[in-house]
C-alpha cells in the first residue's frame, strides 16, 4: 500500500526534527507539494507535536 504524501512529509519531518534549519527546509517543501487542506492538517499536526506549553 503506498503511503500519501501526506504521511509521507510527515515521516520526513519526524526523522529531521533534530535539526531545527533542516526541519523548516522539509516542512516548506512539503508546503509546496500538499493540497490546500493537507497542507492544514500539516501545519496542525506539527504545531501538535512540536510545540510545548
Known sequence: ???SMLEYSKVILENVS?????FIKELRKAF?????PEAEELM?????RYTYP
Open 32 to 36: 509546496l507539494r500538499l493540497v490546500e
Open 1 to 3: 500500500m503506498s503511503m
Open 44 to 48: 496542525k499536526w506539527c504545531i501538535a
Open 18 to 22: 533534530f535539526d531545527a534549519t533542516l
